[in-house]
Nanobody, 128 residues
Framework: EVQLVESGGGEVQAGGSLRLSCAASGFTFDDYAIGWFRQAPGKAREGVSC????????YYADSVKGRFTVSRDNAKNTVYLQMNSLKPEDTAVYYC?????????????????????WGQGTRVTVSS
């Protein structure tokens, strides 16, 4: 069974840090791009970051550039999202998503419809 499991969420004060993990199983992880999305209460889901499989190239939404860093460890089938200098507006449920590099690059790395596999989400709350 294809599975993506997020972990590492929690409640932190503004300016703090969290490291999210996305553990994958049930597919050839090395062939897939991994995207991070978030959905704040009452708002639509938005793209946060993405990392490719082939060359490790990354994408970041303007709102998180300079604060978030995405990385992957293919040997562990895991992608990480290091979140620093957190702001209250970062409060959301964070999801990881996966699909083949060719599909993601064609449809768009920040488009949720580019990804066919999704995790259950992990909640991040940033208090001021």
């Amino acid at each position: 069974e294809v599975q993506l499991v997020e972990s590492g969420g929690g409640e932190v004060q503004a300016g703090g840090s969290l490291r999210l993990s996305c553990a994958a199983s049930g597919f050839t992880f090395d062939d897939y791009a991994i995207g991070w999305f978030r959905q704040a209460p009452g708002k639509a889901r938005e793209g946060v970051s993405c990392i490719s499989s082939n060359d490790g190239s990354t994408y970041y939404a303007d709102s998180v550039k300079g604060r978030f860093t995405v990385s992957r460890d293919n040997a562990k089938n895991t992608v990480y999202l290091q979140m620093n200098s957190l702001k209250p507006e970062d409060t959301a449920v964070y999801y990881c998503a996966a699909d083949l590099d060719s599909i993601v690059s064609s449809l768009g790395v920040s488009y949720s419809g580019s990804y066919g596999h999704w995790g259950q989400g992990t909640r991040v709350t940033v208090s001021s």
